[in-house]
C-alpha cells in the first residue's frame, strides 16, 4: 500500500513551510507511524551530505531528524545551489550535473527533472506509511504554473490534500491567502483543503472575526493559527535566522564576542548554531556597514561563490579588518570557503565557480587552493592534529563532520595540518586536513559540522576564555544533538496544540493516533 500524502504550500517564501513540515513528521513519527518528509527541488545554499555522499537541502534533514529516520537524497531530488547571475549548480539525487541559468533549467531541464521528482516520491511511498510533502515559494506564481516542478503539480501528481500556510507577523496574511486562492486554477483551489495563520502573536479571541471573515470568504477552513514561538530553535531553510540577525544587533554582552562574516552567498551558516546557543557567547553576523570591532574570535563561513566574495569584502574593507585583527592577536577561523580565502591564492581555471582566473587570499595561512570541475561529497570522521592555543587541549580528538567543496588546496612550509581524517564514506583513511599557522591562532578546515561536536566546541571555547583571562567552563547541561531533540518535540506540542489535528487524520484517510502511541516524546 503507497503511503498517503499531505501537502504545506505557503502564501510566500518565508513563511513557515518548512518548520511546519518538521512538526508534522514530528507529530505523525510520535503517533506511531513511518513517515518521511519531501521537497522535489529545493533553492538552497545551505545543504548537508548523506551517509552515500549524496547533497540534499538542509530543510529536508531537519525534517527527516524530526521523522526519527535517516536522510535519504529521494526526501530532495532536486537541489538548486545559486551561482549568481541567474544561474544555480543544479544537483540531482546528491550529484551535480552542471550549472544552468533560469532559463535553460525551466525550459530545457525541467521535464527531465520531473521524471525523478515522480521516481524518488514513488520510492518514498513504498517504504512509508505518510509522506510529508513541502512546496516552494507561492503556487499563485502565474508565470510559472505552466512549468513549474514543485507546488500544485506534485500536489496533483501526489494526490496530497494542501494545507496552505501565510505567515501573520508580517502583516497582510488575509490578502495574501485570499490573493493566492484567487490566482490558483479551480481544480488547484478545490485542493486546498485548509488554511494555516502562522507566527501569531497576540489574542486569539480578538483574532476569532478575522478568522470568521477568511472562512466565509474562500470557503476553506483554517485549520489552526500556530503561535510565534520563542525559547527554542528548528534550524533555517536557506537563510539565516531573523532571530539570529536580531541577535546580532541586540545590545546584550557575554563573556566571548564571535564575528561570523556574513557573506553574500554564505552556505551551511547551520555550523554555526551550536555556538549560538552557548550560554557564554555572543554572536554576532557581520556584513557590510556592520561594525566588527574586537572580538574574541572571527570566523569566515563557506560559500557558493568564493572568490566573488573574496571579492566583496576586500570591497567592503572587511578583509583588510580581519588581516589587521589577526596580525594583532584576534583568532580567525576559517570553514570550507571560508578556509580557502585564509590562503595566499585562490586559482579557478576551469571557471568553476566564477569567471575570475585567479585572485589573492587574505594571506594569513601558508596555502593555495585550486577549483576543479569534480565536487567533493563525502561525511567524515576526523582527529584534532593542530597545536597551539586554540587546538592544544583538543589534539588527539575525535570529531564527525561532512565535507561539500570543489577544491585541492596545497600547503606550503609555513602551514601543518589541523585536522587528520581517518574515515571518508565508512573507509578507512589517513588524509590531512585544513591547516594551521605556526602560532596557532589562525586555522581553517573542509570539515562542516565541526562546532556540532559537544566536547570540541567546549574546549574550543574555553581556550578563548582561558586566553582572554577568564576561567574555563565545565561541559554541562545536554549536548547539542540531545538538544535538538528535544527542540523537535517542543515544536510538536507547540503545533499538535495549534492545528486540528483529527481533521488532518482525515484528510490522510487514517484513524489518528495508533494505539499506545499518541504524544510519544512529547513535552
Known sequence: ????????????????????????????????????????????????????????????????????????????????????????????????????????????????????????????????????????????????????????RVARMAEAPVLLATDIDKGGALAAVVGTLELLPEEDRQRVAGIIINKFRGDLKLFQPAVDFLEAKTGVPVIGVVPYFEGFRVQEEDTVSEESLRKSRSSIRRDLDIAVIHLPHISNFTDFDPLENEPDVNLRYIGRGSSLGRPDLIIIPGSKNTIEDLVTIKRWGLAGEICRLARGGVPVIGICGGFQMLGKELADPYQTESSIPRIEGLGLLDISTTFEPEKVTTQVEATVAGSGPLLADSRGQRLAGYEIHMGRTVLGSDAVPAFRIFRRSGEMVDCPDGAQDREGLVWGTYIHGLFDNDVFRRHLLNALRVKKGLAPLEKGGVGHLEQRERDYDRLAAVVRGSLDMDRIYRLLGLPGPKKGKALAGAV
Not at 525534517?63 to 536522510?71: L, R, S, T
Not at 524518488?120 to 504554473?145: C, H, K
Open 1 to 152: 500500500m503507497q503511503a498517503r500524502t499531505i501537502m504545506v504550500q505557503g502564501t510566500a517564501s518565508h513563511v513557515g513551510k518548512s518548520v511546519l513540515v518538521a512538526a508534522l513528521c514530528r507529530i505523525f513519527y510520535q503517533d506511531g507511524y513511518r513517515v518521511a518528509p519531501f521537497k522535489s527541488q529545493n533553492m538552497a545554499l545551505n545543504s548537508f551530505v548523506t551517509r552515500d555522499g549524496g547533497e540534499m537541502g538542509r530543510a529536508q534533514v531537519v525534517q527527516a531528524e524530526a521523522a526519527g529516520i535517516e536522510p535519504h537524497v529521494d526526501m530532495n531530488p532536486i537541489l538548486l545551489k545559486p551561482t549568481g547571475q541567474a544561474s544555480s549548480q543544479v544537483i540531482v539525487l546528491g550529484r551535480p550535473v552542471g550549472n544552468l541559468s533560469a532559463r535553460e533549467y525551466h525550459n530545457n531541464y525541467a521535464q527531465k527533472a520531473w521524471d525523478v521528482i515522480c521516481q524518488a516520491l514513488d520510492r518514498l511511498r513504498r517504504r512509508y506509511e505518510i509522506v510529508a510533502i513541502e512546496g516552494a515559494g507561492s503556487p499563485a506564481e502565474v508565470n510559472l504554473q505552466e512549468t513549474e516542478i514543485v507546488n500544485m
